[in-house]
Every structure is written in structure tokens, then in C-alpha cells.
């Protein structure tokens, strides 16, 4: 009964704000592709963007969420302020990179994702403002990640919520020119993001410094001394490591069917957002339920964290196969409802029915290797895991199937879809050795 009240308070508006989340790219594809289906495709491919420096701002939470989550279960709130300061010093220049990069070479980012002349343009533009949301989302998130760590999540919930909805309703005015607003096509899915995620930020300070027990310290952001930094370093930089080996692998399985043809870029476009949508609860569960055994890894409470991560185990199995039919399920009614051609409606309604066995998969691996894995700073597996199959097998095989044999473009879908399933068996076998199990914060 504990574990299902702990585990509801978690999941429930985590779903919630992942859902919420994943309503942003539906809206910018909908409204776009009214407009024009180069435009929603450019938006797509542009998008990855902000996937890749995702990359590192995830890799830097892995750490934040490992170490607060441990450091609350042991009621050291202190050790969480050095926490939020360290992952600050590790994201804002990263954000300022990315930054750079999106709005002083945005044709260099769009020709590394698609040679197609009559997308790039809407790329650029999207590209040019977006830029600026990178530094507002990388401070944002770090300090929403200490709140739901510290008890708050209720609270980061209803700001992304009202984000969300100021974001669909400026995407609105800005994509078609509503009222005074002029209208800017893929340049104002940009800067209705832009608008709402700075608003998001300043909500988030807000409740930190009113709510959070853990506070922000500046002096926190520049301790080069903190005797935390080389054990933080010591379990993320694995899972750096490992976010960037799959996600320039995941990168290339982008740029791979960028090259294939338009409609295919614009099936894969709705395809990718289908499959997040439908994968908001097992992002939550694995999110929760990693506060939840570090949380009890942190107190010393090993046998109970052990038990969480068996309950955790059974459930992403059950949510994954109830996820997956559910996509397959949709398929058609997806495909027949939106605004494509004939031919990339028909790519689409096969990819979602393909996508019910990656979806079983990413449950699995999203729970367990990011989440129960990483509570007890088991990194390691995951880099492993990630760089076998993904460079062992998907992106050659998907490579040649794309550009030497030549194959149609569902088969080489097909291929570049299997890395989640493939992974499973090993994922489960590595979980009964329980190197997991481990306090990291038990010596000081």
C-alpha cells in the first residue's frame, strides 16, 4: 500500500506533465502541416535540435536526480543545494553551446539532417528563434528536478501544464497570424515555445525559492572544491557517455530517413511523436520510481529498495504491451486522420503498427536502465548496452539496407526500430545481479 501511494504521487503527474510535453510537437505538427507538410517536416528534422542537447541536459539530471534522491532519503537537504549548484555549472554552458550552434549556423544543422532544398529554409527560421529556448529549458529543468525530488512535484506539474497550454495557444497565433500577430509559419511554432518556456522559468524560480527546502546558493555554482564533484562525475559520466553514443546513433537513424524521401520524413515526423505521446507513463514510472529506490538506497533501506525495483519490473511490462496495442490499435484511425499524401498516410499507418514492439521495449529499458539502474549509480551497463547494439548492429544495418541494397523505405524502418527489443533479455538478466542495490551517500 506504501509503495502504490509513493508510486501514484509520482507517476500520476509525471504522466501528466510528460503527456503535456508531448502535446507541443502534436500541435506544431498539426497546425503546420495545414499549412504546409515541408514546413511540419522541417520543424521535425529541426527538433532534433533540441533532442541532442537533451542529450547532456539528461545526462546531467541522471546525476542531480541519483544524488538528490539519495541525499533526501538520507535528510541531508544541505548536500541537495550542492546538488542544484553543481548541475547548474555543468548546464548552462552547455546551453550556451547549443545555442550558438542553432542561431549562427542554423543551414549547417538543417543539411546535417536532410539534402531536401524545399525543407531547409523552414528549418533555418525555426531554428534562428528556438535557439533561445535552450537556455531557458536547461535552467528550468534543473531546478524543476530538484523540486520533485524535495516533494513538489505537484507544483513543476501545473507550471508545465499552463506552459503547455500558453505554448499551444501562442503556436496558434503565431503559425496562422491571429489577431494582431503577424503570421510566421515554422518561425512562430519558435517563438511560442520561446515565449512559454520563459515564463515556465520564472514560475519555477518562484516556487523554489518559496517552497524548496533545498535552496539555491550561488557559491554552490562555483565551489571547485565540493568533495561531492568527483563522485558525481564518477557515476554520470557513464551515463553521458552512454546518452551520447545512442543519441548520435538515434541522430543518424534521423539523418538516415531524412535521406530516403519527403513522404517518408513526414510519415516518421507523426510516427515519432505518436510514440512519445504513448510513452509518457513509462517515462514517469521510470522518473518515479528511480526517486523512489534511491530514496530508500539513500536511507540504507536496501531489501525494500530491492522490492520496488521487482514491483517496477512487472509493471513496465504490463504498461509497455498495453502501450503497444494501443498504437497498433490507432494505426489507422492516426493515418487516415492526418493531412499527408497517399503515400506517406500509408508509411505512417505501418510505422505505428511497427511501433508497438518498440514501445514494449523503451518501457522496459526506460524503467529499468534509467531509472532503477541509475538510482544506485549502475551506469556502466547501459553505455555497454547502448553502444553494442546501436553501433553494433542497427545504424550498419540500417545504412546498408538505406543506401546500398536499396531496400523500400518500411524495411529499413523496420531495422532501425529493433535497438529497444534487442536490448531486453540483457537487461533483464543484468537486473538479478542487483549491482544496482548501493547507497552512494552512506560514508559521509
Not at 51 to 58: A, G, T
Not at 83 to 112: N, Q, T
Not at 154 to 164: D, G, L, P
Request: hydrophobic fraction near 55%.
Amino acid at each position: 500500500m506504501e509503495f502504490k501511494k509513493k508510486l501514484t504521487a509520482l507517476v500520476i503527474p509525471m504522466t501528466l506533465q510528460n503527456f503535456m510535453y508531448a502535446l507541443v510537437p502534436i500541435a506544431d505538427a498539426v497546425m503546420l502541416v495545414n499549412l504546409n507538410q515541408d514546413a511540419m517536416s522541417a520543424v521535425s528534422l529541426a527538433s532534433q535540435v533540441m533532442f541532442v542537447f537533451n542529450l547532456f541536459v539528461y545526462a546531467v539530471f541522471a546525476g542531480t536526480n541519483m544524488f538528490a534522491a539519495q541525499y533526501m532519503g538520507k535528510g541531508d537537504t544541505r548536500a541537495v543545494e550542492k546538488v542544484l549548484g553543481y548541475s547548474l555549472r555543468l548546464i548552462v554552458p552547455c546551453a550556451i553551446a547549443f545555442f550558438c550552434c542553432a542561431f549562427f549556423f542554423p543551414e549547417g544543422v538543417m543539411r546535417i539532417y536532410t539534402s531536401e532544398e524545399a525543407i531547409i529554409p523552414h528549418g533555418i527560421r525555426y531554428l534562428r528563434i528556438a535557439a533561445f529556448s535552450y537556455l531557458l529549458m536547461g535552467i528550468s529543468e534543473t531546478f524543476s528536478s530538484i523540486l520533485t525530488n524535495t516533494g513538489l512535484v505537484k507544483y513543476c506539474t501545473a507550471i508545465n501544464v499552463c506552459m503547455v497550454l500558453l505554448n499551444i495557444v501562442l503556436n496558434a497565433t503565431f503559425i496562422y497570424g491571429l489577431g494582431p500577430a503577424p503570421a510566421m509559419g515554422s518561425a512562430g511554432a519558435a517563438l511560442a515555445t520561446v515565449i512559454a518556456e520563459a515564463l515556465a522559468l520564472i514560475s519555477i524560480l518562484i516556487v523554489s525559492y518559496a517552497k524548496c527546502p533545498a535552496k539555491f546558493r550561488i557559491k554552490n555554482c562555483f565551489n571547485t572544491e565540493w568533495e561531492y564533484r568527483h563522485k558525481f562525475s564518477t557515476y554520470v559520466s557513464p551515463y553521458l557517455a552512454n546518452q551520447l553514443i545512442w543519441g548520435v546513433a538515434f541522430t543518424i537513424v534521423s539523418v538516415i530517413i531524412g535521406h530516403l524521401e519527403s513522404d517518408a520524413v513526414a510519415a516518421n515526423s507523426i510516427a515519432v511523436v505518436v510514440k512519445d505521446l504513448v510513452s509518457c507513463f513509462c517515462y514517469a514510472l521510470g522518473a518515479g520510481g528511480a526517486i523512489m529506490v534511491g530514496n530508500e538506497l539513500g536511507a540504507g533501506r536496501l531489501d525494500t529498495a530491492k522490492k520496488y525495483g521487482d514491483i517496477l519490473c512487472k509493471l513496465t511490462v504490463v504498461s509497455g504491451i498495453v502501450l503497444g496495442l494501443l498504437v497498433a490499435c490507432l494505426s489507422s484511425v492516426i493515418a487516415y486522420n492526418v493531412n499527408l499524401t497517399d503515400t506517406a498516410a500509408e508509411y505512417l499507418r505501418v510505422m505505428l503498427l511497427m511501433c508497438s514492439y518498440y514501445i514494449l521495449g523503451r518501457s522496459i529499458n526506460s524503467t529499468v536502465i534509467s531509472g532503477i539502474f541509475a538510482a544506485g549509480g549502475d551506469t556502466k551497463f547501459g553505455l555497454i548496452c547502448d553502444a553494442l547494439t546501436m553501433w553494433g548492429f542497427i545504424i550498419p544495418a540500417g545504412a546498408l539496407a538505406a543506401f546500398v541494397f536499396k531496400w523500400p523505405v518500411l524495411v529499413v524502418y523496420f531495422i532501425l526500430n529493433l535497438d529497444e527489443m534487442v536490448k531486453v533479455p540483457a537487461v533483464f538478466i543484468h537486473y538479478r545481479k542487483y549491482r544496482w542495490l548501493k547507497n552512494l551517500v552512506s560514508e559521509e
